[in-house]
């Protein structure tokens, strides 16, 4: 209940509104809407289009001197930057919630993206959703519950879209499950790398780093350890991917390598509520876990989700976050 208080629904818009919404008006705005506009409220509405109201977007109006007349003159921005480091394609903008629960900041990201697309690149409706969650919109969650909820909420909004045709099949959602067990079904995984040392050093790798992955979610760092060689789960994609997705193991595999893949990529556009739990709430697992991985962030999950996130980050993308209040004055988070 309190994380639905924080994320729904307005915490949730005005966070993607000053940063996907920013990065539009970028676009949407000229110099001079942003010269001679009279109000924050002028500037939304320049820049919103049918869909994407933009109506938690902030903007500053500064004093510059103009380069040509050396006069003072008052211009607006987006309070919280452009976002121009970003791709310029939309279709190149990788975006990630982490944590994603039943898939909240999923839908209000696809319902931003479908329409920007839409404009952008004269996209019907059925044809700017599939791009959208083929391209757009990656997500992991450590509740497999959740994985589903979010896949219905997200294959709803695309159904029910205006002029998207109603039910029909989607892309593959790129969205899996964190806190699968590569536990399970371990004979079946033995019996796939008979005679393959290669392979069986994969498997046993991946069994080593996944096995509290029902504790540990999207905390888990693939690709730390392998930073020249070919990685386990590409050795076993190479390998047995055919034989896994005809084998009794295919749920749970596909599904895990699934999440190695988005755990192992970088995203222009990190957006989560973190999770949360103090140190003394932890269990041993979790706890010495950060304390190996997150020092700095170990006293609380939400820390140490948050040094996570930095490394999904990709090297001009940026993090957006629901915080816990303490970060903003406790001395031991400085």
Partial sequence: PVTQLFTEPYMVSFLL???LGAWWAKRRLTSDDLQTATSEQELRELAAIPGVPLEYLRFVQNEETCAHS???VKRWSSAAGDFDKWPEELSELKTLDPCCGSGHFLVAKFLMLVPMRMQLEALTAKQAIDKVIAENIHGLE???????LAAFALALEAWRYPGAGGYRQLPELQL?????????????W????KGDEELQDAI????????DAPTLGSLIEPVKSFPNLEFPWEVIQRKIGKEISISDTSVIANGILKSVELLSSSYALVVTNVPYLGRGSQVTSLMKYCENNFTSGKNDLAYSMYQRLTTLCSAKGNILTVWPQAWLFQPSLK
Avoid at 142 to 147: F, M, W
Avoid at 204 to 211: A, E, L, N, R, Y
Wanted: proline share 0%; with cysteine; net charge negative.
């Fill in 176 to 188: 899996a499950c964190s806190g699968m067990s590569i536990n399970e079904a371990q004979k079946e």
């Fill in 70 to 72: 050396g006069e003072k």
């Fill in 190 to 193: 033995k019996d796939l790398a």
């Fill in 204 to 211: 046993k790798w991946m069994q080593q780093t996944f096995k």
């Fill in 17 to 19: 509104d000053n940063a």
């Fill in 142 to 148: 450590l509740d497999q519950r959740c994985v589903e």
